[in-house]
């Protein structure tokens, strides 16, 4: 067992500048590939529950397709309201064409 980190995907799969919702036990999540890094938050917007991977990634940006929040890739946290909330942020590891992903304590 590799230290709760769960397979989520291929790294082929999400190509730059793109988005792919996943579970992780249980947990919807959001895996978002910026400029070929990877990083992963909650994919459920803490305004009213949006489905982040629906909406649109500027840079290190996801914006909630639903009312507009945006919320930074990197950290999790808000960065333009309604959404005053952060989501949860996962670490990714990749191995050999495997991306996997754990919740960060």
Not at 18 to 45: F, P, Q
Request: hydrophobic share 35%.
């Amino acid at each position: 067992m590799s230290e709760n980190f769960v397979k989520v995907a291929e790294a082929n799969e999400i190509a730059p500048s793109s988005m792919k919702a996943v579970e992780v036990e249980g947990e919807k999540v959001c895996i978002i590939n910026t400029e070929g890094t990877l990083y992963a938050i909650g994919n459920i917007c803490t305004h009213v529950g949006g489905p982040l991977d629906e909406g649109t990634l500027e840079g290190y940006e996801v914006e909630c397709p639903w009312h507009g929040s945006k919320f930074d890739v990197r950290t999790g946290e808000p960065t333009k309201p309604p959404a005053v909330r952060a989501v949860p942020k996962y670490e990714v590891k990749i191995d050999g064409n495997n991306i996997l992903v754990r919740k960060q304590k």
